[in-house]
């Protein structure tokens, strides 16, 4: 699944709290771990404020057939794809409001874009710390993410 990955021996399960989060609160369903990638430095850089999805390194499907059409569709002048808006819960349970884009660079990557470098601040991510990405539908089947950072506690009182 990706570099961060290797020579895990755990499984990969959702923390308790997050789970709790999702399926209590905000009535999710379809809980899908997408991928754990380290964190790069454009990953960071508020110039930059993307969170950076290959799509060959996630594991699986999250995407409706609807919900690809508008990423694949540009905009009125041709340069921009579109964008889908999505909700993201940080480890801390915290809720962003967010946009899922499509990026033709050398490869097709998703990004994860407005607000993203808030998430960063906020929970202090730096260089190389290991995250998770988790797909979950809330009602009205709305896509939303969680991120989860595995080797930090997954108690929500821990955080800033």
């Not at 390194?57 to 999505?86: A, M, P, Q, Y």
């Not at 909700?87 to 490869?107: M, N, Q």
């Not at 797909?135 to 709305?142: A, L, Q, T, Y």
């Amino acid at each position: 699944m990706g570099e961060a990955n290797a020579g895990r021996t755990e499984p990969l399960l959702l923390p308790w709290e997050m789970k709790r989060k999702i399926q209590d609160e905000m009535g999710g369903f379809e809980i899908k771990l997408l991928l754990e990638k380290q964190l790069f430095p454009t990953d960071l850089c508020s110039k930059h404020n993307r969170f950076s999805i290959p799509i060959n390194k996630i594991s699986k499907e999250f995407l409706r057939e609807e919900e690809k059409k508008v990423l694949e569709t540009r905009s009125g002048d041709g340069n921009k794809l579109g964008g889908i808006r999505v909700k993201i819960v940080d480890p801390c349970l915290r809720e962003y409001d967010s946009l899922l884009e499509k990026w033709a660079i050398t490869s097709p990557i998703y990004n994860l874009t407005h607000q993203w470098i808030s998430v960063v601040q906020d929970n202090q991510f730096q260089c190389d710390d290991a995250v998770q990405l988790w797909s979950f539908r809330v009602p009205h089947d709305e896509l939303c993410f969680a991120l989860v950072v595995p080797l930090r506690s997954s108690d929500p009182s821990d955080c800033i």
